[in-house]
C-alpha cells in the first residue's frame, strides 16, 4: 500500500496567516491527490482533487499544488472557519489512503 | 440538498454483527459509486469498501477481508455494511461517502456523511 505522510500535525495560526501543509506519497501517485477538512461532528468537505482542482463551492483562499510524490495544500489567508483538521488521501492505488491529519488550531 | 445520512452504528460484543446503512438523497443515487470508510480513535482515516453503480463490489481493505459486505439498494437510495465477525480494531467512526464524479471509481469523495459510532467491547 502506498504511505501518506502528512506534516506537520498539528499548527498554531493566527486569522489572517498563510498556512501550509504537506503530504508525501511513499511512491509516485502523479496528481492523484485529494484534500480534505473535517471539523467534530461535521461531515468531511472535499476540498481539493487530482492535486490542484479546487471543488465547487470552497472559496478560493485555498489551493493545492504538487506531483509526483510532494503535495501542498496553502490556505492563504486563514478565516475563523477553517480552523479544523485536514487530511490528504491518494486515489492513485488501491486501496486508496490517507494521511494522518493536520490540525489547525488558534494562536 | 445533497446528503448522506448513516446509521445503525452501535455497542456490540466481539465476535457479533451489525449492519451499517446510509440513505441518501438529492441525487441520482443509481448513477455513482459509493464507499465506507472509517477513523478509528487515534488512526487515520481507512477506506473500508465500496461498490459501483450497480452493485458490483469494488474491493475491501485487508484488514475487514472476509468480515465485512457492502451492498446497495438503488429503488431505496440506500448502501449497507454489513459487519461480521467484529474485533475491538473494528471500533471506529463509519462514513459513507459519494464518488465525486458520476458511472466511475476515480476515489475522490465529494458527499460525506457525518458518520455512525461503532464500539466494539466485552
Known amino acids: 500500500d502506498i504511505q501518506m505522510t502528512q506534516s506537520p500535525s498539528s499548527v498554531s495560526a493566527s486569522v489572517g496567516d498563510r498556512v501550509t501543509i504537506t503530504c508525501r506519497a511513499s511512491?509516485?501517485?502523479?496528481?492523484?491527490l485529494a484534500w480534505y477538512q473535517r471539523k467534530p461532528g461535521e461531515a468531511p468537505k472535499l476540498l481539493i482533487y487530482?492535486?490542484?482542482s479546487l471543488e465547487g463551492g470552497v472559496p478560493s483562499r485555498f489551493g493545492g499544488s504538487g506531483s509526483g510524490t510532494e503535495f501542498t495544500l496553502t490556505i492563504s489567508s486563514l478565516q475563523p472557519e477553517d480552523f479544523a483538521t485536514y487530511y490528504c488521501?491518494?486515489?492513485?492505488?488501491?486501496?486508496?489512503?490517507f494521511g494522518g491529519g493536520t490540525k489547525v488550531e488558534i494562536k | 440538498e445533497v446528503q448522506l445520512v448513516e446509521s445503525g452504528g452501535d455497542w456490540v460484543q466481539p465476535g457479533r454483527s451489525l449492519r451499517l446503512s446510509c440513505s441518501a438523497s438529492?441525487?441520482?443515487?443509481?448513477?455513482?459509486?459509493l464507499h465506507w470508510l472509517r477513523q478509528s480513535p487515534g488512526k487515520a482515516l481507512e477506506w473500508v469498501s465500496g461498490?459501483?453503480?450497480?452493485?458490483?463490489?469494488?474491493g475491501r481493505a485487508a484488514s475487514v477481508q472476509g468480515r465485512f459486505s457492502i451492498s446497495r439498494d438503488n429503488p431505496n437510495s440506500a448502501l449497507f455494511l454489513q459487519m461480521d465477525s467484529l474485533t475491538v480494531e473494528d471500533t471506529a467512526l463509519y462514513y459513507c461517502a459519494r464518488e465525486r464524479k458520476r458511472s466511475s471509481v476515480n476515489y475522490f469523495f465529494d458527499i460525506w456523511g457525518r458518520g455512525t459510532l461503532v464500539t466494539v467491547s466485552s
Open positions: 487530482a492535486a490542484s
Open positions: 488521501q491518494q486515489a492513485h492505488s488501491f486501496p486508496p489512503g
Open positions: 511512491q509516485d501517485i502523479g496528481s492523484w
Open positions: 461498490v459501483t453503480w450497480t452493485g458490483g463490489t469494488i
Open positions: 438529492g441525487f441520482t443515487f443509481r448513477d455513482y459509486a
